[in-house]
Nanobody, 126 residues
């Protein structure tokens, strides 16, 4: 069993930055795909970024590529999401997710992940 706890959300203006954290307990992130998803009101949960377990490479949604960076600190069992140049469309609840059996073709599918945090709200205003 894995417990994930996100933090770092808040209310920010467009063009600014925010850094989210996801701390895992109960299991390490070794050999585990760990990612970030977000969900805006009335919309489906969408993929943002993830480290794929098999090659440990980062993958990004096209909408955040070049602005967001996913990173990890294995010693702290923590994954981060650095968000720069925030836009209005980045508003939503951001969730950390993890799974140890995902294949690459399912990386961007939220239904493939077994473990989820409670989410942290990010609101970007103009």
């Amino acid at each position: 069993q894995v417990q994930l706890v996100e933090s770092g959300g808040g209310l920010v203006q467009t063009g600014t930055s925010l850094k989210l954290s996801c701390v895992a307990s109960g299991r390490t992130f070794t050999r585990t795909t760990v990612g970030w998803f977000r969900q805006a009101p009335g919309k489906e949960r969408e993929f943002v970024a993830a480290f794929f377990r098999s090659n440990d490479r980062p993958y990004y949604a096209d909408s955040v590529k070049g602005r967001f960076t996913i990173s990890r600190d294995n010693a702290k069992n923590t994954v981060y999401l650095q968000m720069n140049s925030l836009e209005l469309d980045d508003t939503g609840v951001y969730y950390c997710a993890a799974d140890s059996t995902i294949i690459l073709s399912s990386l961007r599918d939220h239904r493939a992940y077994d473990y989820w945090g409670q989410g942290t709200q990010v609101t970007v205003s103009s």
